[in-house]
């Protein structure tokens, strides 16, 4: 939608979310191409991989 030229704040509203959800998850995953949702999936993809490869030690 950012690329057909929609502001944050429309796109927000249109999506039912934060305006500053929006802006989060654009400058995270634009590159220098753009924002492309394939390679975001893919990064979130691998971060939620990572974070639960902690071990959970019960407290003492």
Same mark, same amino acid.
């Given at each position: ?35 492309? /949702? ?9 971060? /939620?991989?990572?974070?639960?490869? /902690? ?6």
């Amino acid at each position: 939608m950012k690329k057909q030229g929609y502001s944050q704040t429309f796109i927000a509203n249109s999506m039912g979310r934060s305006n500053s959800t929006i802006s989060r998850e654009l400058s995270r995953n634009t590159g220098n191409r753009g924002y492309c /949702h394939k390679q975001a999936n893919n990064l979130a993809c691998e971060q /939620h991989q990572q974070k639960n490869k /902690h071990i959970k030690r019960p407290p003492h």
